[in-house]
């Protein structure tokens, strides 16, 4: 797994003491919404990518935000596969998504990218055998029979 990035609340001591049944539906209006406004994202790979330090994303911002930072990790595996020849085998990017029990707005909560790289080592000699086995089977297997 490359990376991803993750909604938390700033402060969590906020609604200390706060019954922990919630009832479904707007307490406030979006505007006034405190958990909303103090929602950040951050990210927490080792990547140079988005997001390093604390951000608010207003909910309706929020996918389309996030899946741009979760596609910097995709672009960060292509360039490192080039650069050390190897293959990006597969890149999946997926989107949490929650509601705010303040002001009953969904938004994307965070993200994930995972990604597989598989890399070429031409002097390994087990990878040189598998080339030479290749070529012997692969050998006389197109033959152009309209000459």
């Not at 085998?89 to 990218?113: K, W």
């Amino acid at each position: 797994m490359i990376g991803g990035i993750q909604a938390y609340q700033s402060n969590p001591l906020e609604n200390y003491g706060e019954s922990e049944i919630k009832n479904p539906g707007r307490r406030s209006s979006p505007s006034e919404c405190d958990t909303c406004n103090n929602r950040k994202y951050q990210d927490g790979s080792n990547e140079m990518v988005s997001f390093k330090s604390a951000t608010n994303i207003s909910p309706e911002s929020s996918m389309s935000k996030v899946m741009a930072h979760e596609q910097e990790h995709v672009a960060n595996a292509y360039q490192k596969a080039a650069s050390k020849n190897g293959k990006v085998i597969s890149a999946s990017v997926s989107l949490q998504s929650a509601v705010c029990p303040e002001c009953g707005r969904s938004y994307i909560a965070g993200g994930t990218t995972s990604t597989q790289i598989k890399y070429y080592n031409e002097k390994n000699p087990y990878q040189q055998d598998k080339k030479a086995t290749d070529s012997l089977s692969l050998s006389g297997a197109n033959v152009n029979l309209a000459v």
